[in-house]
């Protein structure tokens, strides 16, 4: 049984930071790319940042230099650092993984969710 469980998220001022944290636990053998996605009321899900196993990062052109995704492979844990927040990034926050519970056989998790508010 795998599980990705986020926590971090919160109510902030716009130009305030969080950090957002997920971790993964149960059975696993390897986790490939792991990334953050966001849903705001009434618009679909999308991606804001991915991380490659060996570091490597891709981010949405929205969130670029305010944005920052980082991993722990130690800890099987994924990180997103925001700063300067604005009221747009007002939305749930999905941690993601593409890992392999036995070897060479990938699938994509999903975690909860953690709401992130930005507002006076």
């Not at 849903?39 to 490597?56: D, Y």
């Not at 990062?57 to 920052?68: F, I, P, W």
């Not at 990180?79 to 593409?98: F, G, H, I, R």
Request: proline letters at 3%; aromatic letters at 8%.
């Amino acid at each position: 049984q795998v599980q990705l469980v986020e926590s971090g998220g919160g109510l902030v001022q716009p130009g305030g930071s969080l950090r957002l944290s997920c971790a993964a636990s149960g059975r696993i053998f390897r986790i490939n790319d792991m990334g953050w996605y966001r849903q705001a009321p009434g618009k679909q899900r999308e991606l804001v940042a991915r991380i490659t196993s060996s570091g490597s990062t891709n981010y949405a052109d929205s969130v670029k230099g305010r944005l920052t995704i980082s991993r722990d492979n130690a800890k099987n844990t994924v990180y997103l650092q925001m700063n300067s927040l604005k009221p747009e990034d007002t939305a749930v926050y999905y941690c993601n993984a593409d890992l392999e519970v036995v070897p060479f056989r990938a699938h994509t998790f999903w975690g909860q969710g953690t709401q992130v508010t930005v507002s006076l």
